[in-house]
């Protein structure tokens, strides 16, 4: 009977397998803990599959080299290759996304695609979170019943684009950006899904994934304005 390890961080998809038919199966094992997932664990349960629903850290290359791993991307790679792919595409006006099961390998979400399912990006945070994550416990069964194996030739329907956590757009250096509707309802939505993961410091947010060259700012007057004119990598954003 083979057995498999389900690694995760998030609370949402670990109540995910705490609902689902795993948590009574004693060929299923649950990982929450990154320090817990060394070559020494995984080689004394031998599984067929580990699967990382969310995992935000480096796999040891020895475990990525000897095990079939299988990680999740929210979009339809390669489009979308990067972090804070939701984020990432709620700034671009997306209602809807790609969910990517993949084979991992030491290069970032390059690894040949077992299977996609569609994920609906309204509704707050958590919502969208709770959604992605019930289809990704879908995708692990299918991937499981019917022993699908990746395919390295699986195409996206859009052109490659890959994400990274600083976005230029617009450099602010020198001007001050009209704090519009759209903008304000947009980073709002993305502050809320990143408040899940994210400290809050008072009323500051920190971001590293906004549409813009932000260096330090604040809002005054309707407007967003530098607090100095070098850039620096995260960008705050006072009450907003």
């Not at 609906?120 to 194996?149: H, P, T, W």
């Not at 250096?173 to 899904?193: A, E, G, V, Y």
């Amino acid at each position: 009977m083979h057995k498999y390890i389900i690694a995760t961080i998030k609370d949402w998809n670990i109540n995910q397998y705490n609902r689902s038919r795993y948590k009574k199966n004693k060929n299923w094992f649950l990982v929450t803990d990154t320090k817990k997932l060394t070559i020494g664990y995984v080689k004394s349960i031998k599984p067929k599959y580990i699967f990382f629903p969310h995992w935000s850290k480096k796999v040891n290359s020895k475990i990525i080299n000897n095990y079939d791993c299988v990680c999740f991307h929210e979009t339809d790679l390669p489009y979308g290759r990067g972090g804070s792919p939701i984020q990432n595409l709620i700034i671009r006006n997306h209602k809807k996304t790609i969910i990517t099961a993949l084979k991992m390998t030491d290069k970032i979400d390059a690894g040949p695609i077992y299977l996609k399912k569609q994920l609906k990006l309204n509704g707050n945070a958590q919502q969208i979170y709770e959604r992605a994550s019930k289809k990704v416990y879908k995708m692990i069964s299918i991937i499981v019943k019917n022993k699908i194996m990746p395919d390295k030739d699986v195409k996206s329907a859009m052109k490659e684009k890959t994400f990274n956590h600083k976005l230029s757009i617009l450099s602010l250096s020198t001007q001050s950006i009209i704090w519009t509707p759209h903008m304000k309802s947009q980073i709002r939505h993305c502050k809320d899904l990143m408040a899940l993961t994210s400290p809050e410091n008072g009323s500051t947010y920190t971001f590293i994934f906004l549409p813009f060259s932000f260096s330090e700012i604040t809002l005054y007057s309707g407007k967003l304005r530098p607090l100095n004119s070098e850039p620096r990598t995260s960008s705050s954003i006072n009450k907003v």
